[in-house]
């Protein structure tokens, strides 16, 4: 029988939980799994008392943490804690707790792991079900990931992690604000399948347009010095057209014959003003850089633990 172990997190939605836990059973049997559950209560208001009972899920258990952190930072604080208990053998999928990722591709993550075992594999939706306000904001928060980043990101949390690559993915800081996008910065291998989104199993999605904005934001964040480097690019380019455009026009107006406009002299004191705006905002981005290199490293697997209150066995 094959070990793995899932790591979900789960914020008011215990009922989704319950159902993923059935359904995770099921397929567990049909292909031989022995399944480790790791549920990371990320602030929840109330936690029911939950019976469970053994089958092929050989354990289940619920780590409290002292606040609502969001997903990604729920991801990061499971795996730090799953690290510090010792050796990991066994693959860990993440997935969300909601039924949007679903336990029938967990096998389909399998097969691709033993054809490609060095690497993570992700779960790429090929057809997406939200409404047409989410898909919009989708794709616009697509092309602006790539303008600023120059990648593209096409998948979430879903995925099959090497048990190998646990101990070196916990020390990245940037899985603390984005898991998808940490993994894509490190030098880590990475695959996708393609998958299609599962039905909502019970209750309402947390995840609104402040909510979407914010996680597009944070994978952005996971390349703020690439950013950083792109802004002060551009900025370097308007100046040097601002000058070019500056240049012209004194060319023109003193070594030609060419008439010049009566607002020749607006346009002038208006380049000026451009050029120093961006001299302007070049400087405050340098300082940002160095002080954002300056700043302590957040690591996961070191300071998981103010976060962490209580582990709960279930099972």
Not at 210 to 238: M, N, Q
Request: aromatic content about 10%.
């Amino acid at each position: 029988m094959r070990e793995i172990t899932i790591i979900t997190p789960v914020y008011n939605d215990w009922e989704a939980f319950l159902l993923l836990l059935s359904e995770i059973e099921e397929v567990a049997s049909e292909n031989a799994l022995s399944v480790k559950i790791i549920a990371v209560n990320d602030g929840s208001v109330h936690v029911p008392k939950m019976t469970i009972e053994a089958g092929n899920i050989a354990s289940v258990e619920i780590m409290h943490l002292s606040r609502n952190l969001g997903h990604q930072r729920s991801i990061a604080v499971g795996l730090s804690a799953l690290h510090k208990k010792g050796e990991v053998f066994a693959p860990i999928v993440v997935m969300d707790c909601d039924g949007e990722d679903r336990p029938t591709d967990i096998p389909r993550l399998l097969s691709e792991y033993d054809r490609h075992p060095n690497a993570i594999i992700f779960a790429q939706r090929a057809r997406r079900s939200e409404g047409l306000v989410f898909k919009l904001f989708y794709r616009l928060f697509k092309l602006v990931f790539r303008v600023l980043t120059g990648g593209a990101i096409s998948f979430g949390n879903f995925c099959l992690i090497p048990p190998e690559y646990l101990e070196r993915i916990v020390y990245f800081q940037e899985i603390w604000n984005h898991f998808a996008a940490g993994i894509m910065h490190s030098s880590l291998k990475w695959r996708t399948i393609s998958t299609n989104r599962g039905k909502r199993y019970a209750g309402k999605s947390h995840m609104n347009l402040t909510s979407l904005v914010l996680h597009g934001l944070s994978a952005i964040s996971v390349y703020t010095e690439r950013v950083y480097v792109r802004f002060i690019l551009v900025s370097f380019l308007l100046i040097s057209l601002d000058v070019i455009g500056f240049i012209i026009l004194l060319y023109v107006k003193y070594l030609t014959p060419l008439a010049i406009p009566g607002w020749a002299t607006n346009v002038a004191v208006g380049l000026v003003l451009i050029m120093l705006q961006v001299i302007l905002f070049l400087a405050i981005l340098s300082f940002a850089v160095l002080g954002y290199r300056s700043m302590k490293m957040f690591i996961p697997a070191i300071d998981f633990e103010n976060y962490l209150r209580k582990i709960e066995k279930i099972l």
